[in-house]
T-cell receptor
């Protein structure tokens, strides 16, 4: 079973920041949180990952709470091409990614 | 640099038939993975490999076999296809166990 929980769907206006929440209250102290997205039915695409500090790259920012029980993925200026299913993923004790159903993000013009 | 490629893109099988899906990567990655994705769900790990000549079971290995004879290739076999194996199959590779995974475009398999 997935170790993370996400809302099933969200909307965001084009040009606005999209904030996608994720709850991972059972995460262990040395487990990373990963974010991937899947556009249409293409292969998933890596976005970002983090352990305890906030992370930023050219695609997004990842904000992790101090207790590490939740995180937020931020797409700073969403475009129509960011419409996708976004997965917040934990890694189990066998170093395998455990995928849930994700959040379907729809960017509206 | 093609990344991760999968062959074939689509396939229709009859129950009981066998087939092999081929995954190839040109990034010299040690780790390779086979996932399946059913409608509206996330990916589930079938088998994975931590290097040439090694394989290991994932979350849903039953009905599938794999081989990693060459570092760049990871084969997924279905010996006797069943309708429950109708799914989209994704292959991925990564440099290390906790680094980002690169995915192929997927194979859509229908078993009738």
């Amino acid at each position: 079973d997935a170790k993370t929980t996400q809302p099933p769907s969200m909307d965001c206006a084009e040009g606005r920041a999209a904030n996608l929440p994720c709850n991972h209250s059972t995460i262990s102290g040395n487990e990373y949180v990963y974010w991937y997205r899947q556009i249409h039915s293409q292969g998933p695409q890596y976005i970002i990952h983090g352990l305890k500090n906030n992370e930023t790259n050219e695609m997004a920012s990842l904000i992790i709470t101090e207790d590490r029980k939740s995180s937020t993925l931020i797409l700073p200026h969403a475009t129509l091409r960011d419409t996708a299913v976004y997965y917040c993923i934990d890694m189990d004790s066998n170093y395998q990614l455990i995928w849930g159903a994700g959040t379907k993000l729809i960017i509206k013009p | 640099n093609a990344g991760v490629t999968q062959t074939p893109k689509f396939r229709v099988l009859k129950t009981g038939q066998s087939m092999t899906l081929l995954c190839a990567q040109d990034m010299n990655h040690e780790y390779m993975y086979w996932y399946r994705q059913d409608p509206g769900m996330g990916l589930r790990l079938i088998h994975y490999s931590v290097g040439e000549g090694t394989t290991a079971k994932g979350e849903v290995p039953d009905g599938y076999n794999v081989s990693r004879l060459k570092k760049q290739n990871f084969l997924l076999g279905l010996e006797s296809a069943a309708p429950s194996q109708t799914s989209v199959y994704f292959c991925a590779s990564s440099y290390s166990v906790d680094s980002e995974q690169y995915f192929g475009p997927g194979t859509r398999l229908t078993v009738t």
